[in-house]
C-alpha cells in the first residue's frame, strides 16, 4: 500500500535535507516517491499501477506520495515543475527523478535496473 507523506513524515523515512546538505537515505529498502496532485490526470493514471507495484514489492520497496498542493515546501525542495515526477531512490546510490506517467513494465524496469530489487 502506497504511504502519504508529509514533510515530517519524509524528513524521518526519506532524507532531512534540514540536517543534512549531502544526500542521506534515511529508508531501509528503496522508495519511491510519487510527486503528484489530485487534479492531475495523469497522475490519476500512474496511481492504480503504484498501489500494484506496492502490494508486487512488499516488504522490498516501499512507494510514497506526496500531494504537491499541501507540501509545497518538499515539491520546491525537489524542484516539481511538471507532474506526476517520481524521485527512484536506490538504498545506497544517489537519487535518480523521472517526470510524466510511465507504463507499469517502465517502472518495473527502472525498480530492477535503478532501485536493484527484484520480486
Given amino acids: 500500500m502506497t504511504e502519504l507523506l508529509t514533510k515530517n513524515t519524509f524528513l524521518e523515512k526519506v532524507f532531512n535535507f534540514e540536517k543534512n546538505k ?13 510527486f503528484y496532485a489530485d487534479w492531475c490526470g495523469p497522475c490519476k493514471m500512474v496511481a492504480p499501477i503504484l498501489e500494484e507495484l506496492s502490494n508486487d514489492y ?28 517520481m524521485l527512484f531512490v536506490p538504498k545506497n546510490e544517489a537519487p535518480q527523478m523521472a517526470q510524466g506517467a510511465m507504463p507499469k513494465h517502465q517502472l518495473e524496469k527502472i525498480i530492477a535496473d535503478v532501485l536493484k530489487v527484484s520480486k
Fill in 22 to 34: 549531502e544526500w542521506k537515505f534515511e529508508g531501509e529498502v528503496p522508495c519511491i516517491i510519487d
Fill in 58 to 85: 512488499k516488504g522490498k520497496l516501499n512507494i510514497y506520495k506526496v500531494d504537491t498542493e499541501a507540501e509545497q515546501e518538499l515539491a520546491a525542495a525537489f524542484g516539481i515543475r511538471s507532474i506526476p515526477s
